[in-house]
């Protein structure tokens, strides 16, 4: 069974970056599309971006746009989320999740994913 690991998570000040690291062990992710997702404290799991199986298209939530980018390594079965000019919102828990279905597409609600990583926690101060 594949499982998802995150990391890169960390403590940064406003205005930083930071680049979070989804990395797949136990089989292959690169025929599948991928997403990030986060969870503050007290709300609940919400989108951040996706990417489609070979990368082709991407797609990021609003509030990111132009701050965060998505990528994806298949060949070594790793997906990617560059965060530049954080802010102190975008502090939460950092999922990445595959979906173990052969999608054309990327997926942006959480019920299309299959399998989730641990997450890894990202703060930033003000």
């Known amino acids: 069974q594949v499982q998802l690991v995150e990391s890169g998570g960390g403590l940064v000040q406003a205005g930083g970056s930071l680049r979070l690291s989804c990395a797949a062990s136990?089989?292959?992710?690169?025929?599948?599309?991928m997403g990030w997702f986060r969870q503050s404290p007290g709300k609940e799991r919400e989108f951040v971006a996706a990417?489609?199986?070979?990368?082709?298209?991407?797609y990021h939530t609003d509030s990111v746009k132009g701050r965060f980018t998505i990528s994806r390594d298949n060949a070594k079965d790793t997906m990617y989320l560059q965060m530049n000019s954080l802010k102190p919102e975008d502090t939460a828990v950092y999922y990445c999740?595959?979906?173990?279905?052969?999608?054309?597409?990327?997926?942006?609600?959480?019920?299309?994913?299959?399998?989730w990583g641990q997450g890894t926690l990202v703060t930033v101060s003000s």
């Open positions: 136990g089989g292959t992710v690169s025929k599948y599309p």
């Open positions: 999740a595959f979906a173990a279905r052969l999608y054309s597409d990327y997926r942006t609600r959480a019920h299309d994913y299959d399998y």
């Open positions: 990417i489609s199986w070979n990368g082709g298209r991407t």
